[in-house]
């Protein structure tokens, strides 16, 4: 084998999502491996999102005898550009295994393209800074012709300890030249057994765009920096027929940063499933201030969105305008109505902790989720990383831990308004309410048509008795973790310093 991708994003170590068994294969992964194959490498893949360590990269390695090592992480996976200290310590650990076999090793992602040092020291020949798919075939095209081309867009080492960057290399702008992910790679049974044994559907991932040009300022761009690109409408539904021909999943997952910015694009893609007979149920993700331009949320509804998340992120202003989010709290309320409106449910990201926030600010998100209810809530606390200009802002109360160690952390990294244990509180606090509420919503519609009832609500409305129960000391707690002075940063033994 010429080639074996890899990637770091071992499900098994994120406790969390392991508990909620939502899988995805590595997307970006896929993207470069169809790339690599279509320039005539013979290539093979490690998918660690189902495996259950790294040995089972090493037995790879030896079934495969690759000259190449290639460890991709998925660049659409969120989790990736955080940088996950337990994914971080894998990457590093299958590279060592890598080099021991006398393959020539090669790391691209978020991370390494944060921190390129920490992956050529264990052992990497090469980093790629920033998107792979045009770097990796020029770099290894010419790896055998020279020890270390000159290839735009990467990193090295000079000699023991001097990491050299080539220029940078501009992003792909036609993103339908590309290749269709290499799905044929992937164990796709598995996948759809997953999926159907826990939830009752099969899902798949797909993207429309790569990048995102707003500038909220705590949220990392180092893949495609500012950079914003889309494909046609036509191609993205070519590859939905594609997969319902040969896959025939049930949902799809559209993984970009924010789906449809353009104007009139959501239009003319339902348009095109409409005319290809393509109607697969999705969930994206969006921004509230472009849902509300022209059609666009009847259009999402008749494309098929099932639930759209947005990033409502606070209910108070002040917050928002503090993150250079452009929107605000009425766009929050009028896209959640109009979505609820044509039959989409709406999902919000809820941020915790940015610098500035008070207890009045924090209780004016509560509120908007009392009063808009959303079908589900993602909650998380601020998190520092490099090339935000929130990072430029509060790095020098960073201690030497600067990444969770897996998505449940909720670490306080930095000395943010109150301590981690509030913050932890606060995440069982809101999610006590949230429950409670949304059952008392179902029973009530219940009661308006009995039809609706299930063993699942049943089940709802036991968690609801006990959360309505706990919730008073619940509050309780978090009153009195409020009232402790802010705490100085997590510091613990083998922190990053690149």
Known sequence: MDILFGQSYFLRFDPKLYEAMQPYPPLGTLYAAAVMRERGYKVALFDAMLSEGTGEWDAALTQHQPRYAVIYEDNFNYLSKMSLLRMREAALEMIGMAKARGCVVIACGSDASDHPGAYLHAGADAVILGEGDATLPELIDQLGRAEMPDVPGIAYLDGADTVVRTLPRPVIADLDSLPFPAWDLVDRDKYARIWREHHGYYSMNLVTTRGCPFHCNWCAKPIWGQRYHVRSPENVVAEMRWLQENFAPDHIWFMDDIMGIQDRWIEQFADQLDAANVHIPFKSLNRVDLLLRGRTIPALARAGAKIVWVGAESGSQKILDAMDKGTTVEQIYEATRQLHAHGVKVAFFLQFGYPGETREDIELTLKMVRDLLPDDIGISVSYPLPGTKFYEDVKHELGVRANWIDS???????????????????????????????????????????????????????????????????????????????????????????
């Open 408 to 498: 449940a952390d909720l670490a306080m990294l930095y000395q943010g308004p109150y301590r981690t244990e509030f913050y932890r509180q606060l995440h069982t606090v809101v999610h006590k309410e949230y429950r409670a509420r949304k059952t008392s919503a179902a029973l009530r519609d219940v009661l308006r048509d009995p039809r609706q009832l299930s063993p699942g609500l049943l089940r709802q409305t036991a968690a609801m008795i006990y959360h309505t129960l706990t919730l008073p000391a619940a509050r309780a707690e978090l009153d009195r973790l409020a009232l402790l002075p802010p705490a100085s940063p997590p510091v613990i033994v083998g922190g990053l310093v690149d």
